[in-house]
T-cell receptor
């Protein structure tokens, strides 16, 4: 059973702080990892993806991947109240399977 | 920007009725998916579809479910005889070839089974 695990939170940070979201995955064959943001009642929206060990930065967001530890994280710098949402971590299947397996999400609240 | 469109946005049905949810994928994407999300729970994979056939399906996707691409544009999910536990948000997603595997989601169809 391929699993993606996240702390469900809720995680609260003050406006302007760094929010750190973590995720682990069970399938060592997974190649690509994704962070989605989901507002209540809405569909997941892609923030960024990563497939190489190390860091990848995109604006205020930094994804980190450590394949040896099977660990993915997302840092949000200068957090804004509009960042308040549930953040979903997902892993792409190994081999010919291309579907993503999602974690249960971490609920983030950025306090003004 | 191209997007995935889904209809209806909300459907209420009686238990035992058939439901068809429709999706128009992004035009140059070749991989199509249905996911569902029961309220408060995780986004769960149902089925993937490529080259006019199912490529993967989950345990959830039993004989009550079917998918097809009847006219080369729409991608549909049919639930033959709905159960109360089918109440969920159903998301269509598409994936392009040559990408990292990222999925692009439609806005979802909320199904309520009474």
């Amino acid at each position: 059973q391929k699993e993606v695990e996240q702390n469900s939170g809720p995680l609260s940070v003050p406006e302007g702080a760094i929010a750190s979201l973590n995720c682990t995955y069970s399938d060592r064959g997974s190649q690509s990892f994704f962070w989605y943001r989901q507002y209540s009642g809405k569909s997941p929206e892609l923030i960024m993806f990563i497939y190489s060990n190390g860091d990848k930065e995109d604006g205020r967001f930094t994804a980190q991947l450590n394949k040896a530890s099977q660990y993915v994280s997302l840092l949000i710098r200068d957090s804004q109240p509009s960042d308040s949402a549930t953040y979903l971590c997902a892993a792409c299947g190994s081999g010919s399977a291309r579907q993503l397996t999602f974690g249960s999400g971490t609920q983030l609240t950025v306090l003004p | 920007e191209p997007e995935v469109t889904q209809t209806p946005s909300h459907q209420v049905t009686q238990m035992g009725q058939e439901v068809i949810l429709r999706c128009v994928p992004i035009s140059n994407h070749l991989y199509f998916y249905w996911y569902r999300q029961i309220l408060g729970q995780k986004v769960e994979f149902l089925v993937s579809f490529y080259n006019n056939e199912i490529s993967e399906k989950s345990e959830i996707f039993d004989d009550q479910f079917s998918v097809e691409r009847p006219d080369g544009s729409n991608f549909t999910l049919k639930i033959r005889s709905t159960k109360l536990e089918d109440s969920a948000m159903y998301f269509c997603a598409t994936q392009r070839t040559g990408g990292a595997g990222e999925l692009f989601f439609g806005e979802g169809s909320r199904l309520t089974v009474l």
